[in-house]
């Protein structure tokens, strides 16, 4: 199908959505007046793949989110390139807002080599017609400024950044001193040079965490940074960065949010050290701590179990129509075999691995897709005219299943790394999969930043069938009425944006 003809097909599609929603906070078939304080609230079952955050957490998301507030880093960042980063964002009642962004050299974020200032406005628009749950705003850049930390660590930015942009040759920069890179009424803009761009803030969504026994965890999830460099500082995104958490509701104990927190653009935040794990032992299973959302209206939680004497692995890809993974739509079932590699040499705690993807099997959860495949080319996605909702369907046979983005066999190279979390629980962060839709089906394109961390189950946690029983309990009064339910049209327009994007199913 050519592009053309593509976007005019989900154009079509979305127009069929969009027709049942009108004003600036309508959310498609439950209306929300601007001033309106919709909460989606759920309760994780204790499962394994939830019984680590404590039982009887309940999740709640405002629409419209509230933005006022300090949000800060709980740990190292790594976006795609890679870069090393903590983050600290300021919002104010007024809509003006201050981000301090501060980059390192290492990626325990221990070696800062500069910081940019970041000042603007921000105003929130309306409930994402594409992402589920989200907030689209629009943004205005007022003043960007750079503050250079260590002559020594002027190398990087001096190979992007054109003197005349600071008004003075590099070598000639001062240490802690602020420079100024963009303003809006001078019209100085050198951003480009060095792959600057908030984009991220064209998308927000905020989730509180209810403690049982009182107290809370806000999260400020913004939109992704597209993993090509070339295209970060024009791409709307459709997905979340790890979250930023609030200054005076995080985690505790978070050693890197009060360093954060009181860090400037002068004095960025130095993290303590964490001593490197050795390589790292993937012996278990290892589940999604939370739904997890990613580019193109894919909601999910993933729940692996690796065998290392075997240097086998199984994968279990729970789907949904929906950012609280309460609304199932159908489960893919991977297994093959991995190797594992050397540390990698540009993502210091990495380690390269090599996946294939041998088996993969489907079931179905919902009707509308089940209409879908069963309308597909013989050959192409198991067999036609056997999919039911809720039975098993192996697609191996058929070498996949082309318009569920399944090909077989496939080969990936990945990334992996383990560190322990401010429990001490063994994480497990996998390579962030390319923004497009791709795989990293060749060494040049092995991913150089990490997905949302998964955490290791006990023992005992592990059942000896793997069956799916993580679903989500409505807990709220309304919550029967929530925006959205699975509608054939919001199925058809996910089946066609794996199908376009030319995928393969995803060995992790």
């Given at each position: ?240 960065q790890q979250p930023l958490q609030n200054a005076m509701h ?114 179905i959860l919902e009707g509308a897709t089940a209409k879908v ?136």
């Open positions: 199908m050519s592009g053309g003809r593509f976007s005019h097909l989900l154009r079509v599609l979305w127009q069929a959505v969009l027709v049942s929603g009108s004003k600036l906070w309508e959310v498609p078939t439950a209306p929300l007046g601007f001033s309106s304080n919709h909460t989606t609230s759920l309760e994780w079952e204790p499962q394994c793949q939830y019984r680590h955050l404590q039982d009887g957490v309940r999740i709640t998301a405002d629409i419209p989110p509230k933005l006022e507030g300090n949000w800060v880093s709980t740990r190292c960042e790594v976006r795609p390139g890679p870069e090393f980063l903590t983050r600290s964002y300021t919002f104010y009642p007024s809509h003006l807002f201050k981000a301090l962004q501060h980059y390192y050299t290492d990626s325990g974020c221990e070696e800062p080599t500069y910081s940019l200032v970041v000042r603007g406005k921000l105003r929130l628009r309306q409930a994402s017609w594409i992402t589920r749950g989200a907030t689209e705003t629009e943004h205005h850049l007022h003043k960007v400024g750079i503050v250079i930390h260590s002559q020594g660590a002027m190398h990087r930015p001096a190979t992007r950044l054109p003197s005349v942009c600071v008004g003075l040759t590099l070598g000639g920069m001062v240490p802690g001193h602020l420079y100024e890179l963009y303003n809006a009424q001078a019209g100085r803009a050198c951003l480009g040079a060095l792959g600057f761009s908030m984009m991220e803030l064209g998308l927000v969504r905020v989730e509180t965490q209810h403690k049982p026994h009182g107290g809370l965890v806000q999260e400020l999830f913004f939109g992704d940074v597209h993993t090509d460099w070339t295209k970060r500082t024009y791409y709307r995104p459709t997905g979340y995080h985690i505790h104990p978070c050693p890197a949010c009060a360093l954060v927190f009181r860090a400037s653009e002068q004095r960025p935040p130095v993290l303590p050290h964490v001593p490197a794990l050795a390589r790292p032992s993937l012996h278990g299973r290892w589940v999604s701590q939370r739904c997890e959302a990613r580019p193109a209206v894919l909601f999910l939680t993933r729940d692996f179990t690796f065998r290392p004497d075997e240097h086998s692995w199984e994968g279990f890809y729970h789907h949904y129509s929906d950012p609280s993974c309460s609304q199932p739509t159908f489960t893919l079932q991977a297994s093959g075999h991995y190797a594992q590699g050397d540390p990698s040499a540009k993502v210091a705690g990495g380690t390269e691995f090599v996946f294939k993807v041998t088996r993969v099997s489907v079931t495949l069963n309308e597909t080319r013989p050959g192409s996605c198991g067999k036609v005219g056997g999919w039911e909702v809720g039975v098993e369907q192996d697609v191996t046979a058929t070498d996949g299943c082309t318009v569920l983005g399944i090909k077989l066999p496939h080969k990936e190279y990945e990334l992996f790394k383990t560190e322990m979390d401010y429990r001490r629980r063994p994480l497990l962060f996998i390579g962030e999969r390319p923004t497009d839709g791709s795989s990293p089906d060749r060494p040049q394109k092995r991913p150089t930043s990490y997905q949302a961390p998964m955490v290791h189950c006990a023992e005992e946690d592990t059942p000896t069938s793997y069956h799916h029983t993580n679903q989500l309990k409505l807990a709220a009064s309304g919550a029967k009425n929530l925006p959205w339910q699975p509608s054939f049209v919001l199925v058809l327009v996910s089946l066609l944006l794996l199908w376009y994007d030319g995928g393969t199913v995803h060995s992790v």
